[in-house]
Each structure stands twice: as C-alpha cells, then as structure tokens.
C-alpha cells in the first residue's frame, strides 16, 4: 500500500461504550492489517475522554498489541478530543516523522465529515479515508472477526450519522469565520464536550 502511516481515528464511548469498544478494535484491526501489507506506521493520538477510564490511544495500542502490530510501529499520543483537533495534530505528527501519504480509518458514519477535516488541514492529495471494512481482504482470522464484530448495525449507524449531520451543521454555522479562528473554536468545543472533568 502506498502509504507511509495509519491513523486510527478516535471514538467517544460515553454514550455506547460497548460498542464504541467494538469500533475502535476493527480500527485497530484494519491498521494492523494494513500494517502487515506494509504501511510502516499506525497513529492514535486520542486523551482521555469524558466517561472513559484511559485514553483512546491507549485502548488502541493494546488492540495492536494484540493483533501483533510492534511498539516500534506505534506512534501515540494522548492529545486530542476531536475531529478537527486530531486532523490539526495529525498535521504536525506527520510532518516531524517526515510521512507524505496518509490513510485515516474511522466508521463508515464518520468517513465524510472524517474527509473534510483531514483533507482541509493535511491536504487532499495526502490522506485517504476509509472504514475497516474496505481493508477485510488484508486482514488476519483475528483481524477479520474484530472487523465484522465492529461493523455498525443499521440503527445505531442512523444514530450516528443524526450526531455527524450535527456536528456538520455547527461547522457551517461557523463557517464564514477566518479558518485559524473556526478550527481553534472547533477544538475548543471538543475540548469542553469532551475533556474529563
């Protein structure tokens, strides 16, 4: 695959951490896939939210470590709240480790706002987003059932899209704001939401 690194993308479990859970180990296991079929590096840089006991990122990492992926192929941090916040980071991640390719992969609900956020800030050209089903056909027995036991049942995928048609609305409310301005206001609103109290 021509990519230099994965980035798995966060999930807030607070509202249905079961299968919150269930989504971030197929993100991990469609990384460690893609992994395998030589993407050199996988990203998280979700903190701890509001309602969970330990970061994204660090809940990723042990999913990784368990579909086999190595510490030195994990790149991690415990930053973000958002979106928009994980797309301006991603930024800054991909520039010092010298990538120029990204892949993205997130829920098949949260793919086009997902697009928008990181192809504003990182560029078009340089990220690609896709949900774990798209890599199924790379992955391992064990890759493969976390795959299928993620996928998002019609009803909740309802839910969820109702939050990203939200969240997308909001955007555009804000939208005639300098871009700096509107990004620092999409953070801090993640931030507010989201931040453990």
Same mark, same amino acid.
């Given at each position: 695959?021509?990519?230099? /690194?994965?980035?798995?993308?966060?999930?807030?479990?607070?509202?249905?951490?079961?299968?919150?859970?269930?989504?971030?180990?197929?993100?991990?296991?469609?990384?460690?896939?893609?992994?395998?079929?030589?993407?050199?590096?996988?990203?998280?840089?979700?903190?701890?939210?509001?309602?969970?006991? +330990?970061? @994204?990122?660090?809940?990723? /990492?042990?999913?990784?470590?368990?579909?086999?992926?190595? +510490?030195?192929?994990?790149?991690?941090?415990?930053?973000?709240?958002?979106?928009?916040?994980?797309?301006?980071?991603?930024?800054?991640?991909? +520039?010092?480790?010298?990538?120029?390719?990204?892949?993205?992969?997130?829920?098949?609900?949260?793919?086009?706002?997902?697009?928008?956020?990181?192809?504003?800030?990182? @560029?078009?050209?340089?990220?690609?987003?896709?949900?774990?089903?798209?890599?199924?056909?790379?992955?391992?027995?064990?890759?493969?059932?976390?795959?299928?036991?993620? +996928?998002?049942?019609?009803?909740?995928?309802?839910?969820?899209?109702?939050?990203?048609?939200?969240?997308?609305?909001?955007?555009?409310?804000?939208?005639?704001?300098?871009?700096?301005?509107?990004?620092?206001?999409?953070?801090?609103?993640?931030?507010?939401?989201?931040?453990?109290?």
């Amino acid at each position: 695959m021509r990519f230099d /690194a994965v980035l798995v993308l966060g999930k807030e479990l607070r509202r249905d951490p079961g299968r919150g859970c269930a989504e971030l180990r197929a993100r991990a296991a469609a990384a460690s896939a893609v992994h395998r079929a030589g993407v050199p590096l996988v990203l998280s840089l979700e903190a701890r939210l509001r309602g969970q006991a +330990e970061a @994204g990122s660090s809940l990723v /990492a042990t999913f990784l470590r368990e579909f086999g992926v190595p +510490e030195a192929a994990m790149h991690l941090q415990t930053v973000t709240h958002s979106t928009r916040e994980e797309a301006v980071v991603v930024l800054d991640v991909v +520039e010092q480790l010298g990538c120029r390719r990204l892949l993205a992969i997130t829920a098949s609900y949260h793919v086009q706002r997902a697009r928008l956020c990181l192809a504003q800030v990182v @560029g078009a050209e340089r990220i690609a987003v896709h949900p774990p089903q798209a890599f199924v056909q790379h992955a391992s027995d064990l890759e493969h059932d976390a795959i299928v036991a993620g +996928e998002v049942s019609p009803d909740a995928h309802a839910i969820e899209a109702r939050v990203e048609a939200t969240l997308t609305n909001l955007e555009l409310l804000v939208r005639p704001l300098p871009t700096s301005l509107r990004w620092q206001l999409e953070i801090w609103a993640g931030r507010c939401l989201r931040s453990p109290r």
